[in-house]
């Protein structure tokens, strides 16, 4: 019978206080996983309330101006106070000194910094929210955002402040990495979820202070009109949408490689098998995290940039098909032969490879220079970000969730609701973006409020996809709450996991290890460990 | 030439466009492939190797140098090939012919407005022959907004510091929808157009009547088909609800309250000012964020337009 | 063997050795001057457009700075990297009543920089030689010259934002050593300082020949 052990990090010590100052890396993850949840929440209703507008063509609850900003701050939220954070600082601080087998991340009173410094930012943003809200899209184009009315630089200053929050993450991440591996640890022992969050943090690193600048920039011309965007003056709004994908593009990859890196642990650990093609899927995460630098043109092929310059990037864009696909083949070789456990962290792993696999394919569509022309700025790249983003990140992050809860919380939540829950997930989520893609196809532009006839049906299907998606998100916040208080104790590896974070107990002490670990074996090395799942 | 569209595409209503739709297809089948064949083979694996009960042995291989090249290599030849058939179309969709038909196109928000050769214009309306290449040189006159024409498959940013283009050739006559694809505030959605492809002779014979519009119309029907044609109902209604600009139901002869707490009355003089000038006078409560018409309505369009709001307030004094 | 004994006081509980901790906190600080170059490699970005766009502009605009102030200024923080540098090298030998000397001189300095900066803006101010809207003077020839103010505001501002925050840093420096928190064993905080006041005068070395020297 498995127990709670009795001094664990969550109870020990005591009090709000200890828990506000704390320097543990677990408890910063916790806050963290609430914050952002919140943030997932509030950037959910959003969508939900988009989906109702969308209903049907005109106005359904809201005006077009008060849609924008809906849309804008579903974007915002969604990107800078959920999806960017998401995996690495939720997720990845609880467990990656865990499965270095390090007591901490290399500077504590940093990683709780981070934590103070993103809840200011979504401070500001809430500021800017109730002080006039923003209409610019999430991707703030001058010079429509120099122009319009409302809290843009407020907004602005809240995405600066949130990428402080992000480069310390990852400045502390690369150390923790470097530098606290336990004795025996080899860069090539490292869990696969490691190394991609130590390709994620390189990427936060070298592209976040270049939003930065960005950002201080289109501050700077909203507050004195200093020109450097603005046509009328002389400037070049197009210059801004380079620094802005600049940074962006590579952000993209900030937010999917975490998740590729849950599904390399989650794959293994519920085939009981060795991962197929271990040194190609650490390698790729480098790849991929190289290429993103040099493909943000592809967001701009019709935006009056040189024909040469579009050339170039769509051919880049294809590249980085290549290293993401080797990837997808080595999950689905690792299956082979394996004893595939269909437990719910694996079920969303299925869910991330199936819907990831239409999101990198439907990329092709807008890589290619001849098609992209009719498919930009249509609903088929909202479904082909969503499918990735979503079908690819969120997937991954609730797989990870499912699988790390026990060691986070020491309690197992349902089996049997978690499973309606992600088939209700999956099932919503299809039909509210696969019928996105058609309606791109069909030519519906993004960002609109209301829409031609002829797409009425569609966007009626999608709507009612979405209310599905909220009810599987609602069942699955539901048990995963009960679970906290009433769930069965998990016992230390209920999974049979070999990575490092397992050996300890569920919660783990706040020093993570009653004794220092030493690693004997690699983090996938099911022929040779003798483990076997406890529950 | 598919000209009622397919299950996922529009209509094909350039020449352009099914070359578009081969290429489409192709890499819709190519994606088909590998759907099936990464997920398929995912979903065998899960059902024939599911655990029941105890763990079952498992194969232990890590890698195969063989497989691994093939997984790298097909892949990346295809997306080779892809690439260089997606760049030749993109060039040709590019490069306009030289005998091309010049229209100027500005954009503002929230209507497009089309600059013929002859001197004429024409507001959400473009007319064009069939057959004959088109080539649009467009910028815009505030933010950025984007030419989409779905059935076409073009589609070109409208910037305001420079020119872009884009040009097509429709064969058939038949109308196709024009919309704004890059986001432009309160009217993006509604910033619609339409293009009217017909015959040589119905072009030649357009441009005649564009040139002495309305004739043979009473005035106010004539100011009923401009406030459509003109795009006026993009922002404001005739129904008494409120969209970006005031409403027109009883607006004429009615006191108007304005920005900075003055206030005028809805005359003729006022709603022409305000047609020409529309920063002139502010209706408080809303944004100045009409475009002038200067240019674009003949002094009789303008007297259609102020007939049928006068039409509209015509009952002021018995719903008082 | 008494736990306390084994590790000393500045030695945080999750590293093994000093040697770990200081490698760890010297790789953060190298990573951190990463992508304070990568934020002012934007602004390099936005110059070089600008300039490649309007080149006789930028020449015409640039003979508006005053070069003298801007050498001196120069060399005024050249001279603070190496009292800095001699303030570490006063630690590492324990010399507690030097490293207070040079953490002063290199305060003074970098109070010298601003002062001469406050003189060049006031005068540019005066003149109406302003970043973009604001920019009123008409003896620069050339299209938008207002653009190059505003890029020579912009960097040279961020650039007195990094000097004011490395100040305040070096206070912190200050009041540590009165306190005696470092030693010829540890003295991290004081060399990661050091390694930022460099980055800071070496931007600098790279913005005087870029806004002072066009041409």
């Known amino acids: 019978m498995n127990t709670i052990p009795e001094i664990n990090y969550l109870n020990h010590p005591k009090g709000i206080k200890s828990w506000l100052l704390t320097l543990d890396h677990k408890r910063i993850g916790v806050l963290y996983l609430v914050s952002i949840l919140t943030a997932f929440l509030l950037g959910g209703i959003f969508a939900v309330m988009i989906r109702l507008e969308l209903l049907t063509p005109g106005r359904d609850i809201m005006g077009p101006q008060t849609y924008n900003q809906i849309f804008t701050l579903h974007g915002a939220i969604m990107i800078f106070l959920f999806i960017i954070p998401g995996i690495p600082v939720a997720l990845g601080n609880v467990v990656l000194p865990l499965m270095l087998g390090a007591k901490d991340v290399a500077f504590p009173r940093l990683n709780l910094a981070s934590w103070y410094i993103y809840i200011v930012g979504a401070l500001v943003a809430l500021y800017a929210i109730f002080s006039g809200s923003v209409d610019t899209g999430w991707t703030f184009y001058t010079p429509y955002s120099t122009e319009t009315g409302g809290a843009v630089v407020a907004m602005t200053l809240a995405v600066f402040i949130l990428g402080f929050s992000s480069i310390f993450t990852g400045v502390n991440f690369v150390v923790t990495i470097h530098k606290l591996r336990a004795p025996g640890m080899t860069w090539f022992k490292m869990p696969l979820f490691i190394w991609s969050i130590y390709a994620t943090a390189i990427i936060q690193i070298m592209a976040t202070p270049v939003l930065g600048i960005t950002l201080i920039l289109l501050a700077l011309e909203r507050i004195v009109g200093i020109g450097i965007f603005d046509p009328a003056m002389g400037g070049d709004p197009v210059l801004f949408q380079h620094f802005f994908w600049f940074y962006s593009h590579p952000a993209v990859y900030i937010m999917i490689l975490p998740a590729m890196g849950v599904i390399s642990e989650l794959i293994p650990v519920f085939s009981h098998k060795k991962i197929f093609g271990y040194r190609a899927i650490a390698y790729s995460s480098f790849g991929i995290a190289f290429i993103s630098f040099l493909v943000w043109g592809h967001h701009m092929f019709i935006s009056g940039q040189s024909q040469l310059a579009s050339m170039i990037f769509s051919f880049l864009t294809f590249l980085v098909a290549i290293p993401s696909g080797v990837k997808v083949f080595n999950w689905t070789a690792t299956l082979y032969k394996g004893s595939i456990w269909l437990q719910t962290p694996m079920l969303y792993a299925f869910s991330f490879l199936f819907l990831f696999t239409i999101g990198g394919l439907t990329g092709l569509f807008l890589g290619t220079l001849a098609t992209d022309v009719h498919l930009t700025d249509t609903y088929f790249v909202v479904a082909h970000f969503h499918y990735v983003m979503m079908g690819g990140t969120v997937m991954a992050f609730l797989g990870g969730l499912h699988y790390w809860w026990p060691k986070m919380f020491g309690r197992m939540y349902s089996i049997k609701w978690s499973r309606i829950g992600t088939a209700l997930i999956f099932l919503g989520f299809n039909v509210t973006f696969l019928t996105q893609f058609v309606l791109g196809t069909k030519g519906m532009p993004r960002r609109y409020y209301t829409y031609l006839d002829q797409y009425r049906p569609l966007n009626f299907y999608s709507s009612v996809g979405s209310w599905i998606l909220a009810l599987g998100f609602i069942i699955t916040a539901i048990y995963l709450i009960h679970s906290l208080r009433k769930g069965k104790p998990a016992g230390n590896n209920p999974w049979g996991g070999l990575t490092l974070e397992w050996t300890t107990t569920s919660p783990p002490p706040t020093e993570n290890f009653q004794t220092p670990p030493v690693l004997t074996h690699g983090p996938y090395d099911y022929d040779t460990a003798d483990v076997k799942p406890t529950i | 030439m598919d000209t009622t569209g397919t299950l996922i595409m529009p209509p094909a209503g350039s020449t352009i466009a099914s070359e578009v739709d081969w290429l489409f297809y192709l890499i819709l089948y190519i994606s088909i492939f590998f759907f099936v064949l990464v997920v398929g083979a995912a979903t065998y694996f899960f059902i024939k190797y599911r655990r029941r009960g105890e763990i079952a042995p498992t194969s232990q291989v890590d890698h195969n140098i063989k497989l691994e090249i093939v997984w790298t290599v097909i892949p990346l030849a295809i997306v080779i090939i892809l690439f260089f058939l997606g760049f030749s179309l993109y060039m040709r969709m590019n490069i306009a012919p030289k005998d091309a038909l010049e229209v100027k196109v500005t954009a503002q928000r929230w209507l497009w407005t089309f600059d013929y050769p002859t001197g004429i214009n024409s507001v959400n309306e473009l007319v064009v022959p069939a057959g004959k290449p088109i080539k649009l040189l467009m910028s815009s006159n505030d933010v950025i907004h984007s030419f989409f024409v779905p059935d076409f498959r073009v589609k070109m940013d409208v910037l305001p510091n420079r020119y872009t283009s884009v040009w097509f050739n429709a064969p058939y006559p038949g109308q196709h929808n024009i919309q704004c694809s890059e986001y432009c505030g309160k009217g993006h959605s509604e910033m619609l157009g339409i293009v009217k492809v017909v015959s040589d002779r119905e072009y030649t014979e357009w441009l005649e009547s564009a040139a002495g519009p309305g004739e043979g119309i009473d005035l106010e029907s004539y100011g009923e088909q401009l406030f459509t044609s003109k795009r006026c109902v993009t922002c404001h209604t005739v129904d008494g609800s409120l969209n970006v600009g005031p409403s027109f139901l009883h607006l004429f002869g009615e006191n108007v309250y304005l920005q900075g707490g003055s206030q005028v009355r809805a005359d003729e003089n006022y709603l022409r000012e305000s047609i020409l000038a529309p920063e002139a006078k502010v209706v408080d409560g809303f944004e100045p964020v009409m475009p002038t018409y200067q240019g674009l309505l003949k002094p009789r369009d303008i007297d259609a337009l102020i007939a049928y709001i006068k039409s509209l307030g015509q009952e002021q004094g018995e719903q008082q | ?215």
């Open chain 3, 1 to 215: 063997m008494n736990h306390s004994q084994s590790r000393p006081a500045y030695l945080a509980h999750h590293f093994s050795d000093p040697a770990q901790q200081r490698d760890a906190s010297k790789l953060g600080m190298w990573i951190f001057i990463m992508t304070e170059i990568l934020l002012f490699g934007g602004l390099f970005l936005a110059y070089t457009v600008f300039r490649t766009l309007n080149p006789d502009m930028f020449y015409n605009a640039h003979k508006h700075l005053d070069l003298t102030l801007g050498t001196v200024n120069t060399i005024v923080l050249i001279t603070s990297s190496v009292t800095m540098a001699l303030a570490i090298r006063s630690t590492q030998v324990g010399k507690k009543k030097q490293t207070l000397i040079f953490l002063f001189s290199t305060l003074a300095l970098a109070a010298v920089f601003l002062v001469i900066k406050y003189f060049e803006y006031s005068h540019k101010i005066h003149l109406g030689q302003l970043p973009g809207r604001f920019y009123t003077y008409t003896g620069i020839e050339g299209t938008n010259p207002h653009i190059f103010f505003s890029i020579y505001f912009t960097m040279t501002g961020l650039h007195a934002v990094h000097i004011i925050g490395g100040m305040v840093v070096i206070t912190l420096m200050v009041v540590r050593t009165f306190k005696n928190h470092f030693s010829a064993e540890y003295y991290t905080p004081i060399e990661l300082t050091g390694l930022y006041w460099h980055l800071v005068d070496l931007i600098w070395i790279y913005l005087f020949p870029l806004l002072y020297l066009v041409g």
